[in-house]
């Protein structure tokens, strides 16, 4: 079972990136799934997070209206984190992870019980 991330780079602000997370060997269609970040020295921060169909998605503020969560349940979920208006302090190696349940409202990272790898994210000023 693996949640593999991709999409990432370097960018200068104001640009746009499109992270993906593709999982496999199990399908994740019934798990919530979401977006974290860590930057250098700082504790892994909640993005955003898609419940199990897609209808329930949230963004932690700073990226509200700049950030677009999205998710195929198809054969192999796959989970898009569109990023635009990108700012420096977007920086960050972002995860993505999935929860054991459809539904969660819970943003702490102990929530979430499968992670993928990460992938960097650099907005350069």
């Known amino acids: 079972v693996q949640l593999q991330a991709s999409g990432g780079g370097l960018v200068q602000t104001g640009g746009s990136l499109r992270l993906s997370c593709a999982a496999s060997g199990r399908t994740f269609s019934s798990n919530m799934m979401a977006w974290f970040r860590q930057a250098p020295g700082k504790e892994r921060d909640f993005v955003a997070a898609i419940s199990s169909s897609g209808g329930v998605i949230y963004y932690t503020d700073s990226v509200k209206g700049r950030f677009t969560n999205s998710r195929e349940n198809s054969k192999n979920t796959i989970m898009y984190l569109q990023m635009d208006s990108l700012k420096p302090e977007d920086t960050a190696v972002y995860y993505c992870?999935?929860?054991?349940?459809?539904?969660?409202?819970?943003?702490?990272?102990?929530?979430?019980?499968?992670w993928g790898q990460g992938t960097q994210v650099t907005v350069s000023s």
């Open positions: 992870a999935a929860s054991f349940r459809p539904i969660a409202t819970s943003r702490h990272p102990a929530e979430y019980n499968y």
